[in-house]
């Protein structure tokens, strides 16, 4: 028997949807710093670069809002093809397989059309962040943003009103509030069965929908962790986009049962 979302959208009969106390998240936490722990070169490897493209980005962006819009679509599209490698060396500790770099890539050829489907989707959410956010400002402000020759080469938060800047911020919170509830479990559960990207975006919303509270302090554990990862000039990406990327993992195995 398939179980419904609240849309009538039915996932794959082999998954079905756990709960888990409010605390759970911060295991998920130790169990990926353990991950990290036992193949340290392999998962830093993946952060490293992560952080790498990140630093490239933002030299050539030089903080303008429009070209920040595309490192947020780029990131989009490299964050769960990347994050498929930690979930892949996690689900190989799991059943005591060999781990190596090279080893941990093979989660994105397993299912590799799914994979890359879900990060072209989530990459229109941030374009759709792009485009909604100018549209409010048009609205509200009747105009977009400060000249763009004014602010390439200079920092754009030096000349948007604060008016400006806050709009920008509700419409990208509550757009990644979305692709949070789409994409929580979304990767793992892609890499763990042969399913559709819609099928693992419809688990992401039905874990969320069960695991409310679950859900926000979780969101809320991502969100502080990333800040420090961005606040340290992406250093600390290093090492936190792989705690993250195999907690993601312990969270899936946590909230959803896989009888396939």
Same mark, same amino acid.
Not at 41 to 67: E, P, Q
Not at 200 to 216: D, E, K
């Given at each position: 028997?398939?179980?419904?979302?609240?849309?009538?959208?039915?996932?794959?009969?082999q998954f079905s949807i756990k709960h888990t106390a409010f605390m759970r998240p911060f295991s998920w936490?130790?169990?990926?710093?353990?991950?990290?722990?036992?193949?340290?070169?392999?998962?830093?490897?993946?952060?490293?670069?992560?952080?790498?493209?990140?630093?490239?980005?933002?030299?050539?962006?030089?903080?303008?809002?429009?070209?920040?819009?595309?490192?947020?679509?780029?990131?989009?599209?490299?964050?769960?093809?990347?994050?498929?490698?930690?979930?892949?060396?996690?689900?190989?500790?799991?059943?005591?397989?060999?781990?190596?770099?090279?080893?941990?890539?093979?989660?994105?050829?397993?299912?590799?059309?799914?994979?890359?489907?879900?990060?072209?989707?989530?990459?229109?959410?941030?374009?759709?962040?792009?485009?909604?956010?100018?549209?409010?400002?048009?609205?509200?402000?009747?105009?977009?943003?400060?000249?763009?020759?004014?602010?390439?080469?200079?920092?754009?938060?030096?000349?948007?009103?604060?008016?400006?800047?806050?709009?920008?911020?509700?419409?990208?919170?509550?757009?990644?509030?979305?692709? #949070?509830?789409?994409?929580?479990?979304?990767?793992?559960?892609?890499?763990?069965?042969?399913?559709?990207?819609?099928?693992?975006?419809?688990?992401?919303v039905r874990v969320v929908v069960n695991n409310i509270l679950t859900m926000v302090l979780w969101a809320?554990?991502?969100?502080?962790?990333?800040?420090?990862?961005?606040?340290?000039?992406?250093?600390?990406?290093?090492?936190? #986009?792989?705690?993250?990327?195999?907690?993601?993992?312990?969270?899936?195995?946590?909230?959803?049962?896989?009888?396939?």
């Amino acid at each position: 028997m398939s179980v419904q979302s609240h849309t009538h959208y039915t996932i794959p009969a082999q998954f079905s949807i756990k709960h888990t106390a409010f605390m759970r998240p911060f295991s998920w936490l130790i169990k990926g710093g353990c991950d990290l722990a036992k193949y340290p070169k392999v998962s830093l490897a993946h952060g490293l670069i992560i952080a790498s493209v990140f630093w490239l980005a933002l030299l050539v962006t030089s903080m303008h809002v429009y070209a920040l819009a595309a490192v947020v679509s780029g990131f989009m599209l490299v964050g769960p093809i990347m994050a498929a490698g930690l979930c892949e060396i996690s689900r190989r500790l799991e059943d005591n397989q060999p781990v190596s770099f090279d080893q941990s890539l093979t989660g994105l050829s397993r299912n590799q059309s799914a994979l890359f489907r879900f990060a072209g989707f989530l990459v229109g959410f941030s374009l759709l962040w792009f485009v909604i956010s100018g549209l409010v400002l048009m609205v509200a402000v009747g105009e977009v943003a400060p000249p763009l020759d004014r602010t390439m080469w200079g920092d754009f938060f030096a000349f948007a009103s604060p008016l400006q800047t806050a709009l920008y911020m509700i419409v990208g919170g509550l757009l990644a509030a979305i692709v #949070f509830t789409l994409s929580v479990v979304a990767v793992p559960a892609i890499i763990d069965s042969r399913i559709k990207a819609l099928d693992a975006a419809f688990i992401s919303v039905r874990v969320v929908v069960n695991n409310i509270l679950t859900m926000v302090l979780w969101a809320g554990l991502l969100a502080l962790f990333t800040g420090i990862g961005i606040a340290t000039f992406m250093i600390g990406m290093i090492v936190i #986009f792989p705690l993250l990327g195999h907690a993601t993992w312990h969270a899936y195995r946590d909230l959803v049962s896989n009888s396939g």
